[in-house]
């Protein structure tokens, strides 16, 4: 069969009178071997000076191959240069580079191994997370980035100007900042669509340096109508096992990577997620395991703290060794918007927390009823009248609904096993650091 393939050289090595040529061109894990051989016209002056990162366009003959390790080969026709990569100072050599290494040279680092094969799980992760909303008919919102609603912030959102704007006369008539969440606007159209989601960008002017933590992240937020909590939690386990196995059945080889250097026994991790069942507990449960165990914390727990990230990986690491549900927070430690219970106390609040990362996501059963929460926000200090269309939200055809955000980027440090978050981004945004 005659092909022609178009990618860059990975290694050459030659034998007499052949060049072997390991060629990628990103659709997959796996190199095309190359065997161009002297006839070739510009062998002795082109072929064998290729080198790392050189980029070509071969034609030749599709053909199987003898040797072990790969099924085809290509008998090259013609190999055409493209571009020359100087081999004194392209970055990338033949040896293993360290993610942090990498990390540094953000924009030749998706033609490695390693962070191709995120990039094509991640591109598969947003296919899934789309079909699966398809499959249960929701409808996709696309929510604005820049936003006047400023009650979610909490002294996270990144302002947002125009050049010379005056603070008295701001240009869109109000303060704006970048979205920390979509949750808001979702509920409008949740109230009229019945079940919606958005997926895009949010941000946070998070300062925490963290393994788990962007300033630009990408977040799933469906928001279902007439939908209780633990309808909410099923949505969310239920997206999670489907994407999941979704990347089982179209990654694998990619997976298969991952296990072997970054995460042993991934692959099979994965599998239980989509086969077993998670473990569903209170918040007021959560808290007896962990004061049990209290001196292993740095963090102080008790009832009515908010779990930090060491207490989330232990229950779901050393405890249950399985995604762990934890619903009914206190209401104190909670947004002004989630559900308040019978008990007064607590809230209809899920987290689901995973091995190795802790929060994956985070979603509760939302307050339907006008006249809690407007006491809600008048006790959180949110202006009831700036905030007139969200309670006109109770006031026209309220009904019970739900929904959650799933951080897009913790699902793919999962799927992935990459211990760091700005491994799983293709540009991270960070304090002090925003490559490109
Ligand atoms: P955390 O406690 O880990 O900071 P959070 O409680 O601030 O999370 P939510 O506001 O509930 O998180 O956001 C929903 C989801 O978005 C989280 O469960 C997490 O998966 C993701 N997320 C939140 N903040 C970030 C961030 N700075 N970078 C990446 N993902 C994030
Ligand atoms: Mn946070």
New binding site residues.
């Given amino acids: 069969m005659e092909v022609t393939v178009k990618g860059w050289i990975r290694t050459r090595r030659d034998t007499g009178s052949f060049s072997f040529l390991e060629v990628n061109d990103g659709s997959c894990l796996a190199n095309l071997q190359i065997i161009a051989d002297e006839t070739l016209v510009n062998y002795n002056e082109e072929i064998t000076q290729l080198s790392a990162g050189c980029s070509v366009v071969v034609s030749g003959i599709l053909q199987k191959s003898p040797a072990k390790g790969q099924d085809v080969e290509l008998l090259a026709q013609t190999v055409a240069v493209q571009g020359w990569a100087d081999p004194a100072t392209y970055p990338l050599q033949k040896k293993r580079h360290s993610l942090e290494f990498l990390r540094g040279i953000s924009h030749l680092r998706p033609r490695t191994n390693a962070l191709g094969a995120v990039t094509r799980v991640r591109a598969r992760l947003t296919v899934a997370v789309n079909s699966f909303f398809q499959k249960q008919d929701f409808i996709q919102v696309h929510t604005p980035i820049i936003t006047t609603s400023d009650c979610e912030g909490a002294g996270e959102m990144f302002q947002v100007s125009a050049p010379g704007e005056k603070d008295d006369k701001p240009f869109f008539g109000s303060p704006a900042g970048l979205t920390v ?1 979509g949750q808001l606007q979702a509920e409008v159209y949740a109230q009229a669509m019945g079940q919606v989601y958005t997926f895009g960008p ?1 941000f ?1 002017a ?1 300062n925490s340096n963290t393994s ?4 630009e ?1 990408w ?1 799933i937020e469906p928001e279902m109508s007439f939908c209780d909590l633990s309808c909410n939690i099923q949505v969310a386990t239920d997206l999670l096992k489907f994407v999941l196995q979704d990347v089982l059945d179209n990654c694998i080889e990619d997976l298969a990577l991952f296990d072997k250097f970054i995460e042993k026994g991934l692959i099979q991790k994965l599998r239980d997620i989509v086969d077993k069942d998670f473990v569903h507990i209170t918040y007021t449960a959560a808290v007896e395991e962990l004061t049990a165990v209290a001196d292993r914390f740095e963090y102080h727990v008790e009832w009515g703290v908010d779990l930090q ?1 060491e207490h989330e990986r232990y229950l779901t690491e050393d405890v249950y060794k399985c995604p762990v549900i934890v619903t009914n927070y206190p209401a104190t430690i909670k947004p002004f918007y989630m559900r308040l219970s019978d008990d007064g106390e607590t809230v209809a609040a899920m ?1 689901i927390l995973v091995p190795g990362i ?5 979603g509760s059963q939302r307050e339907e009823r006008l006249d809690v929460l407007t006491k809600r926000m008048k006790e959180a200090g949110i202006d009831t009248e700036e905030y007139g269309w969200y309670l006109d939200l109770r006031r026209y055809g309220t009904v019970p609904h739900a929904g959650f ?3 897009f ?2 699902l793919v440090q999962f799927a992935t096993g990459m211990s760091n ?1 700005r491994e799983v981004i293709a540009f991270p945004r960070t304090p002090g650091s925003a490559p490109c």
């Fill in positions: 969440s949010t946070r998070e788990r933590h962007l300033a992240f977040m990230s987290d802790g929060e994956i996501v985070g955000g799933l951080g980027e913790r978050i």
